[in-house]
């Protein structure tokens, strides 16, 4: 790749970036310059080929926090408000006020509170969501934007408690920045009661009780109680790196090896490069391509319509680039993961957003939430609108990228608690599914095997095909099976053989295998779509035959099932006549979402099996083999009575970090595998860990030594 910029090498780039933060201009801990994982991927039907290409992101990619992240959630009705009111009541700019700042005091970073990491002179940089304004009827809303209210209790907070030397409002929006020269596109001045106005400078009339005036009269009031400080505004579509007209792409920085997903560099703003807090400050609402738009997805706020739009005042570029906006969220976290957190929900939007215009509906929350970590911060938010956090793409990716926590194990929520506010959100229909209903996320990550010929799902190609239990790497019918991670839901098998073999494959077909290992015993459904037959299997029984579907799409077939606690066995096996050839499963509820505590894992993470013999005499729990592992080891247990038994495994500072056995079980003697990955499918890191076996009969435990 060539990466000379006008002249200007990355290395000179990443120099004159270093040189600003020596300079004290910023916190920005690192500017790698590394190839990043561009992801080209096109999974039509055309006739030349198309590459395979592995997602970077896994179940073990994932890794397990060394500590919880603290979320505060508070409603309006919250006992620890000193004027609680209902929910669905008008709130007062003190109430409001109120709620903010106790949200940000239960919710501490690593060193304390907000102001401990607010270093005396530092630049903090405080980003609401404000596409678009109030003269812009068509898509402007309640819910739309971030309550100015929470963006003034935020500014108020930072401005009274901490020493921060700067403190700046920056947005981008669709609206052109008043003063700011005419480009292209950018449809004009926009003009509330015959006056050219931008989103700094609108005011937004009885929408928000309270708020007095618009952000710049806020601005100058702050400046004059506090003249310590300075107090200014940054247009993120005008503000680049490092100015607009010498303006230069700066590579994606590389974190927990992972680079760009969907782009190696990006155009992006000082405010977010070179501050030294950002805290980012969005609204609650849904978003047909990433599914929600919070504190992550409010970052494509910080791209410049300059250099971004196409056909109209709006990020187009970023939307077309290979896996669409919502692989680019976690490339523009990237550059300035937030530092904190505060989502304003005081409204939201439901329904097919993210704007009116599109079908989004807004919805009073009075709700406020607050955190440093900003993708657990926003995994509570979406549990809270009623989506699954694990179906949402740009979760998945930030936290790959180590930008925080997802599991919610590790997530302490403060205040009050989820399910006591807990919504069903009307979902959009989410654009990359081509569907008129919401679907959440599919399986992505398969063992396979094959190809066999005959396009023939009765032929049984692999002895007792129902009860397979195949372990990546074994050969069966002549072949290994081959572990793949497919870049989305729909799996490309015509362009994965066609890598493996040189030519496409027709007349044939394909084994894939996955193991659902469920938290408890639910029922859901079986979404399940294929460009031929396909042939579904669940724990050995057969649950779907579909000779020829004609086409693939998404949830084509909804079968209702049966999970028990723990694992289950996944097995399809999908044919091609001729063309394309591609298949998709889903688990979820009637809702569209992963079913709760659901993970896929190719290969299965634990296995317990009963060992031949006289019942044992007594209870008890022997020391793991080997020990230390790397990989496997074995657990022996003996269990004198019938009755529910749990085998668990903890780390170091006590967390729970992977179930082995949580049910009831028979007297006897047991061994039980363990291959150092936790209840998520994510490898856990080097060090002693706590096995516990526990029942009516008494608790023991064991130590074991993980060295990866």
């Not at 270093?119 to 809303?141: E, T």
């Not at 013999?613 to 083999?625: C, I, K, Q, R």
């Amino acid at each position: 790749m060539d990466c000379d910029f006008s002249s200007v090498t990355v290395r000179t780039l990443v120099e004159s970036v270093t040189t600003m933060r020596m300079l004290k201009l910023n916190r920005w801990s690192v500017l790698a310059v590394a190839v990043g994982l561009l992801i080209c991927y096109d999974l039509s039907t055309a006739n030349r080929a198309a590459t395979w290409q592995d997602s970077p992101v896994d179940a073990v990619s994932l890794a397990t926090p060394l500590e919880n992240s603290a979320v505060s959630l508070l409603r309006s009705d919250s006992p620890q408000l000193t004027q609680p009111v209902a929910p669905d009541a008008e709130m007062t700019y003190a109430q409001i006020r109120e709620m903010v700042f106790l949200a940000i005091n239960l919710a501490p970073t690593k060193t304390g509170l907000l102001p401990s990491i607010v270093s005396p002179g530092d630049w903090v940089v405080i980003k609401p969501n404000m596409v678009y304004i109030p003269p812009q009827r068509r898509d402007y809303s309640l819910g739309d934007i971030t309550d100015p209210r929470v963006t003034q209790a935020v500014l108020e907070y930072v401005a009274e408690n901490t020493s921060a030397g700067r403190i700046t409002v920056a947005m981008g929006g669709s609206w052109k920045g008043l003063g700011a020269a005419s480009i292209r596109g950018d449809g004009g001045d926009v003009m509330q009661d015959g006056v050219a106005v931008d989103g700094f400078t609108v005011t937004f009339g009885e929408d928000y009780p309270g708020f007095e005036g618009s952000y710049t009269t806020l601005l100058d009031s702050l400046a004059i109680a506090h003249p310590d400080k300075k107090f200014d505004t940054a247009d993120f579509n005008y503000d680049l790196f490092p100015n607009l007209e010498e303006r230069r792409a700066v590579p994606v920085p590389v974190s927990n090896g992972i680079g760009g997903f969907s782009a190696d560099e990006y155009f992006v703003g000082n405010a977010l490069v070179n501050s030294d807090i950002f805290i980012s400050v969005p609204t609650m609402k849904v978003h047909d391509i990433p599914g929600v738009s919070l504190s992550l997805k409010n970052y494509v706020g910080t791209q410049s319509r300059v250099v971004n739009a196409q056909g109209g005042w709006w990020n187009a570029k970023i939307h077309s680039l290979p896996g669409g906006v919502d692989m680019a969220i976690a490339d523009l976290v990237s550059y300035h993961p937030a530092d904190f957190v505060v989502i304003g929900a005081i409204w939201g939007m439901q329904g097919r957003g993210p704007h009116i215009s599109q079908g989004g509906r807004p919805l009073r929350l009075n709700m406020v939430l607050a955190g440093r970590d900003p993708v657990a911060t926003d995994a509570v938010a979406t549990k809270v609108m009623g989506f699954n956090p694990w179906d949402i793409e740009h979760l998945r990716n930030a936290s790959a990228k180590g930008f925080g926590t997802l599991d919610e194990r590790y997530i302490t929520v403060r205040g009050v608690a989820i399910e006591d506010v807990q919504l069903t959100f009307d979902k959009p229909a989410l654009q990359a599914s081509g569907l008129n209903f919401y679907y959440g996320r599919g399986n992505r990550e398969w063992l396979i095997n094959g190809v066999y010929g005959g396009a023939d799902l009765s032929t049984e190609h692999l002895p007792n095909e129902a009860n397979l239990r195949p372990v990546e790497g074994e050969s069966a019918g002549g072949v290994p099976w081959v572990r793949i991670n497919g870049l989305n839901d729909e799996i490309d098998l015509k362009n994965y053989w066609h890598g493996e073999y040189g030519e496409y494959q027709n007349d044939v077909v394909t084994y894939a295998f996955t193991y659902l290992v469920s938290r408890t015993e639910q029922d859901g459904e079986l979404w399940v779509g294929s460009s031929d037959g396909i042939k579904v299997w669940l724990n050995g029984e057969i649950l779907l035959v579909d000779d020829e579907s004609g086409f693939h799409s998404f949830a084509a077939d909804k079968i209702p099932i049966h999970l028990r606690a723990g694992e289950n066995r996944l097995l399809v096996k999908v044919k091609n006549s001729l063309g394309s050839y591609s298949f998709s499963v889903a688990v979820v509820d009637e809702d569209g979402d992963t079913l709760p505590g659901l993970r896929y894992f190719p290969d299965t993470p634990t296995w317990v099996a009963a060992v031949e013999g006289p019942v044992p005499t007594a209870f008890g729990l022997e020391p793991n083999y080997p020990n230390p592992f790397n990989a496997d080891t074995i657990i022996p247990f003996q269990l004198a009575d019938h009755g529910h038994v749990q085998l668990l495994i903890y780390n170091s500072i006590g967390q729970r970090v992977a179930t082995l056995v949580d049910g009831d079980r028979s007297a006897g003697s047991y061994r039980a595998g363990w291959d150092g990955r936790d209840d998520a499918g994510r490898q856990v890191a080097s060090g002693i860990y706590v096995i516990r076996l526990r029942s009516e009969e008494g608790m023991q435990t064991q130590r074991a030594l993980l060295l990866q």
